[in-house]
């Protein structure tokens, strides 16, 4: 777990970057931080891995405080991932992933098992980790920057834009892969993004920052539902009810599974949100099946849906 302690960042000339800020990371979570420019979330980040000392407060991982613990140790323990993901053009993939255990002393066999256990996660061909940077597409350096942040197998992952810089079409394709990954691990993620829809799909809490000061801290249900004031209600836009169809799994409001249902050409996966879930309904009628490993799981309605978009609607204008 990382909390943070009143925790306030400032500079030798004055600039307040980061104002009193309180919240935990619960275990296993991802959380992210999401705001305007200069609103100082990656300042809020960098604190947790002492690339930024704090000013005042106090940040502690798993109830010891950072300042007590070696700041390169403290490093090496945490996974960093950043928009230019920084490869050594020099070193072959599969050196550049095994990086931190190789620093940490893993021996030559161990270190080539978890490559290779890394690159299967990711989805990259096994022949992959002997080629060099250069020969990369972003999307595939990206992966490689997340297998490597992966490697020693850190409690936590600190992610700066991670997917910023890639094509929208990539960027939603890594997004789904490292949610499939995610639920795989027990690690801590705190991940930075200007972008209120990529923080709402990949956080189970979200930060919303202004100014250096945290305004509000929810689960992204909580957030669509009950924004705390004019500010993050303008942040998060006016198509609440579509976010918040894009934050809920179809595993949350499925029916049980009709007997001979048809399953189709593209059934749905309780992992899908409501929201592809409503797209597929209109381009393929209803009911849709819930299909998980080969079974089916569940059935699927627009009125299922409609349910939930209601209930957010009523919420929203209370």
Known sequence: ???????????????????????EVPRGETVTLVGPSGCGKTTTMTMVNRLT?????????DGEPITEMDRIELRRNIGYVIQEIGLFEHMTVGENIAIVPDLRGWDEEEKEARVEELLELIQLPQSVK??????????QRQRVG???AMAAKPDIILMDEPFGALDPITREELQDEFLDIQKQLDTTI????HD???ALKMGDRVAVLKDGKLIQYDTPEDLLGNPTDDFVASFIGTDRVLKQLAAVEVREVMNPPAGGQDVGDHPLSPDDSLKV????????GEPLAVVENGEVVGQLREADIQ????????EVRQ
């Open 130 to 139: 002997e080629d060099y940077p250069a020969n990369l597409s972003g999307g």
């Open 196 to 198: 209120i829809d990529e």
């Open 277 to 284: 879930a409503l797209q597929r309904i209109f381009q393929q």
């Open 53 to 61: 000392e704090v000013t005042e407060g106090e940040i502690l991982v």
């Open 190 to 193: 705190m991940f930075v993004t």
């Open 1 to 23: 777990m990382i909390e943070l302690v009143n925790v306030t960042k400032e500079y030798g000339d004055g600039t307040v970057a980061v104002e009193d800020v309180s919240f």
């Open 307 to 314: 349910g939930v978009t209601d209930r957010r609607t009523s």
């Open 146 to 148: 997340v297998a490597r």
